[in-house]
């Protein structure tokens, strides 16, 4: 069983910047892709970036391409999401979720965004933009 903890939100001000990190423990975990996603009440939980098994292959979603960037540490089983230049809109509680791959290799097989290909999620991080 894949156990994740976020950690690493916190209030900052517009144009800000916030490290998240996802460590994560259990068996098998360089076959997991992770993902992070974010909810704000009221909404739908959404897809933020992805990265593969092995952090060669990463994705974003439009808003906020150019501005974050996820990374890997494997020998710490950690993922990382640097969040720079940040606006109002990005305020919401942060999960990062794993989902498994049979193959690491076909990462770009899968549709990262689709939330049901994700086996275990953490308790999530809140981010306060404020202006």
């Known amino acids: 069983q894949l156990q994740l903890m976020e950690s690493g939100g916190g209030s900052v001000k517009v144009g800000g910047a916030l490290r998240l990190s996802c460590e994560f423990s259990?068996?098998?975990?360089?076959?997991?892709?992770i993902g992070w996603f974010r909810q704000v009440p009221g909404k739908e939980r959404e897809g933020v970036s992805a990265?593969?098994?092995?952090?060669?292959?990463?994705d974003y979603v439009e808003s906020v391409r150019g501005r974050f960037t996820i990374s890997r540490d494997n020998a710490r089983d950690t993922v990382y999401l640097q969040m720079n230049n940040l606006t109002p809109d990005d305020t919401g509680t942060y999960f990062c979720?794993?989902?498994?791959?049979?193959?690491?290799?076909?990462?770009?097989?899968?549709?990262?965004?689709?939330?049901?290909?994700?086996?275990?999620w953490g308790q999530g991080t809140q981010v306060t933009v404020f202006s």
């Open positions: 990265i593969s098994p092995s952090g060669t292959d990463t």
């Open positions: 979720g794993a989902f498994y791959m049979h193959n690491p290799r076909y990462y770009r097989n899968y549709d990262v965004w689709q939330q049901i290909h994700y086996d275990h």
């Open positions: 259990g068996p098998r975990t360089n076959y997991y892709a």
